[in-house]
């Protein structure tokens, strides 16, 4: 009989939390000899006061802008020159600075990222050419982009209440209004240690990463006390609407399709692990039933799914299609609709959903190999309102999913007249041409 193969070990992850409030998350890696240190901020652009769309992303650009002891551009050309690699991001509900250095770096860095935390200095020149950098980041991201744009005005239609509606970057007239005022208090309150999650992973053990978080980000005082992050919910939803871009940039169609769902933080009790099972079956790759059926058969040029089960606040499930160049757009999107409806029908098989399981726990197997991911997915678990031992039961909970509870949260979630579909198209001949 062959031996079992051997699976990695999952990291043992040390968690604790400093007298000012950091948390702080270490991951012990020692296949190389690499750190990646990483500070999660709990706060994305969701956050931001109405009127002050992009407030979170241009912040995470000043962040680099220097303090007292650290002139602008220190930081990053310390990490440079040590042969490391550094950068930052914001999303809805996130913001995270980031590098990856050689261990006797590390304490180093933490003391950049202690000082920069409550440190930064922001004047109006810092604040005038930094907003020029944003706006032209904007033009080029998403103005330049017919996809970016029709993807921001899905989410709007998507989300008629919730801050998700509102695109990470911001509104261009939005951003044009972003003054030293608004940087400095969304600075002063959020970025704080009692507000962030410090996540170190890699060739270091917990002690010395203890010892050395105390020595530089036990030093900065606490900031506010911050009120549960409580945002506009949504109402009920009754119709289905359609958002159409046609744009000369364009040279395939496509369309998609997507309802608002929740995740792991909001969802009853299996219902997220279900979701990303069904997923993983309907659009997940070259075993999906959407490959096999639909681009395997010459129908569709691509056919996807995807599910954000990792934000703060319900998210969404979405379909995707494209054509092959001799097929219609309407062709593919009936065809995406119909495995929708059998799925919802008849169900998924045991085979399916044995295999689906095991992809995904590979996933997490892999990624353990991999100190960046693992960073990833500490931090934005505690940054999200998770914890530790989430993490630890995932394996055991997607295990746990059945037939009934995949073929349940499609028939309960993928109501076909309360979904936003969405065309990109070459032209303005229509979405059914």
């Known amino acids: 009989m062959a031996e079992e193969a051997v699976q990695p070990e999952a990291p043992v992850a040390e968690h604790f939390v400093l007298d000012n409030g950091l948390e702080v998350v270490v991951i012990p890696n020692h296949r190389a000899p690499i750190v990646t240190h990483m500070v999660w901020y709990k706060v994305g652009s969701a956050d931001e006061a109405p009127g002050k769309s992009g407030i979170a992303h241009f912040l995470e650009h000043l962040m680099f802008k220097g303090t007292a002891r650290h002139p602008a551009g220190e930081l990053d050309r310390f990490v440079t020159e040590i042969g490391g690699s550094g950068n930052a991001f914001t999303t809805t509900d996130v913001t995270a600075y980031y590098q990856v250095i050689p261990p006797d770096a590390l304490a180093d860095v933490m003391d950049f990222e202690a000082d920069r935390m409550r440190g930064l200095i922001l004047t109006e020149d810092v604040i005038g050419s930094e907003r020029d950098v944003v706006l032209e980041e904007r033009r080029m991201r998403t103005d330049g982009n017919p996809q970016a744009l029709l993807q921001e005005e899905v989410n709007a239609t998507l989300f008629q209440n919730h801050p998700y509606r509102i695109p990470t970057i911001g509104w261009m007239h939005e951003m044009e209004q972003l003054n030293r005022a608004d940087a400095v208090a969304f600075y002063n309150q959020y970025y704080a240690p009692n507000n962030a999650v410090l996540v170190v992973a890699g060739d270091v053990d917990a002690q010395t990463v203890r010892t050395l978080a105390q020595a530089s980000y036990g030093v900065v005082p606490r900031g506010p006390d911050l009120p549960p992050r409580v945002r506009p919910s949504e109402p009920e939803h009754n119709t289905r609407r359609t958002v159409t871009l046609a744009d000369p940039r364009v040279g395939i ?181």
């Open 253 to 433: 169609p496509s369309f998609s399709t997507s309802w608002i769902v929740p995740t792991y933080r909001t969802a009853e009790d299996g219902e997220a692990e279900a979701l990303d099972l069904l997923s993983e079956i309907l659009g997940g790759g070259s075993r999906s039933r959407l490959y096999q059926q639909i681009v395997k058969t010459g129908i569709g040029a691509s056919a996807a799914t995807r599910y954000d089960g990792g934000a703060y606040d319900p998210s969404t499930f979405t379909l995707y299609g494209a054509p092959q160049p001799d097929k219609a757009l309407a062709e593919v999107e009936a065809a995406i609709s119909a495995q929708v409806t059998q799925l919802i029908k008849d169900g998924v098989t045991q085979a399916e959903l044995d295999a689906a399981k095991a992809r995904y726990v590979r996933s997490i197997i892999f990624a353990r190999d991999v100190q960046f991911s693992m960073a990833n997915i500490y931090g934005a678990e505690l940054a999200n309102g998770g914890s530790i031992d989430n993490l630890t039961e995932w394996p055991d909970r997607i295990r746990a999913v059945t037939i009934e509870q995949v073929q349940a949260v499609a028939a309960k979630y993928l109501d076909p007249d309360l979904a936003v579909t969405s065309y990109l198209l070459p032209s303005d001949a229509g979405a059914q041409e």
